[in-house]
């Protein structure tokens, strides 16, 4: 058996996934990631914060620290892969980190005159979106294949189930990352890896606001950082919330495609 396969027990683990020590969050000025900064800082936890705003950084990284947790903060950009796989591969020689949530994202959208999303916008989102996450991934994984344990949770999206019209690179990444990370835990888990697919609704942050359409049990971002934790504790293959919004989506990836364009367009997701 290699070294990579060799390393902690099923329990230790587990344990793991359950009281991570170290935990890196990429993104983690924005909504979602400065709520789960918030709820991780506790005493005796290291956080290593990432973010590409150097002012929300500094605050964020204070808040935690009132709270008791040590924090390190980084911001290199994850537009440049090999940069960024580098930075993460120093972190973790440094830092045993336990937990990655790889959360850093950007949004686009058709515009109000329906212009379509060009070239260089695709590249923009996808080089965060999906490039970024996987240079993130490519960052934290050999140190984690060596020890033969940790957990990475992948912040995918409810749109990864069926694209919706109006923002169609943004679901493209998301649906890409969804299967990216469920690849991810078949070869990973015997390895004493979990991996994590988070798969979010309407959340209340500045790109949720920019997303036209209805927002249908639209939740606060410290709700969601509470339901995201308790799925990763249970070690959750899907952490997708909310149940009922989570539900209807995987809904229109198994209705006739036609009838789940109609139902988008009756809710203001169409031309």
Same mark, same amino acid.
């Given at each position: 058996?290699?070294? !990579?396969?060799?390393?902690?027990?099923?329990? #230790?683990?587990? =344990?793991?996934?359950?009281? $991570? #020590?170290?935990?890196?969050?990429? /993104?983690?000025?924005?909504?979602?990631? @400065?709520?789960?900064?918030?709820?991780?800082?506790?005493?005796?936890?290291?956080?290593?914060?990432?973010?590409?705003?150097?002012?929300?950084?500094?605050?964020?990284?204070?808040?935690?620290?009132?709270?008791?947790?040590?924090?390190?903060?980084?911001?290199?950009?994850?537009?440049?892969?090999?940069?960024?796989? *580098?930075?993460?591969? #120093? &972190?973790?020689?440094?830092?045993?980190?336990?937990?990655?949530?790889?959360? @850093?994202?950007?949004? #686009?959208?058709?515009?109000? /005159?329906?212009?379509?999303?060009?070239?260089?916008?695709?590249?923009?989102?996808?080089?965060?979106?999906?490039?970024?996450?996987?240079?993130?991934? !490519?960052? &934290?994984? $050999?140190?984690? =294949?060596?020890?033969?344990?940790?957990?990475?949770?992948?912040?995918?999206?409810?749109? @990864?189930?069926?694209?919706?019209? &109006?923002?169609?690179?943004?679901?493209?990444?998301?649906?890409? +990352?969804?299967?990216?990370?469920?690849?991810?835990?078949?070869?990973?888990?015997?390895?004493?890896?979990?991996?994590?697919?988070? +798969?979010?609704?309407?959340?209340?942050?500045? +790109?949720? *606001?920019?997303?036209? /359409?209805?927002?249908?049990?639209?939740?606060?971002?410290?709700? @969601? !950082?509470?339901?995201?934790?308790?799925?990763? *504790?249970?070690?959750?293959?899907?952490?997708?919330? $909310?149940?009922?919004?989570?539900?209807?989506?995987?809904?229109?990836?198994?209705?006739?495609?036609?009838?789940?364009?109609?139902?988008?367009?009756?809710?203001?997701? /169409?031309?």
């Amino acid at each position: 058996m290699s070294d !990579a396969a060799q390393g902690a027990s099923p329990q #230790s683990s587990r =344990r793991s996934w359950q009281q $991570p #020590s170290t935990i890196l969050i990429t /993104g983690a000025t924005g909504g979602i990631g @400065a709520a789960l900064a918030r709820s991780y800082a506790l005493p005796g936890r290291m956080l290593i914060l990432h973010g590409r705003d150097t002012a929300r950084l500094a605050s964020l990284t204070h808040e935690c620290e009132i709270q008791g947790a040590e924090v390190r903060g980084v911001t290199f950009d994850l537009r440049d892969a090999a940069a960024a796989i *580098e930075a993460l591969r #120093s &972190v973790s020689s440094k830092y045993a980190i336990d937990l990655a949530i790889v959360n @850093a994202g950007v949004s #686009s959208a058709i515009g109000k /005159g329906l212009e379509a999303e060009n070239w260089d916008t695709a590249r923009a989102v996808l080089a965060v979106n999906l490039d970024g996450a996987i240079a993130t991934v !490519a960052g &934290v994984l $050999p140190e984690m =294949r060596r020890r033969g344990t940790g957990q990475i949770a992948i912040v995918s999206s409810l749109a @990864a189930y069926f694209g919706l019209p &109006v923002t169609p690179i943004y679901c493209a990444s998301k649906a890409a +990352m969804k299967a990216y990370g469920e690849a991810l835990r078949g070869w990973l888990a015997p390895q004493g890896i979990a991996v994590n697919v988070v +798969m979010p609704g309407f959340v209340r942050t500045p +790109m949720t *606001e920019r997303f036209s /359409g209805a927002k249908p049990w639209l939740m606060s971002p410290e709700r @969601a !950082a509470t339901l995201i934790r308790r799925g990763l *504790e249970r070690n959750r293959a899907r952490i997708a919330f $909310p149940r009922r919004l989570a539900f209807g989506m995987w809904g229109l990836s198994v209705l006739p495609p036609a009838l789940s364009q109609r139902i988008l367009s009756a809710l203001g997701y /169409g031309a």
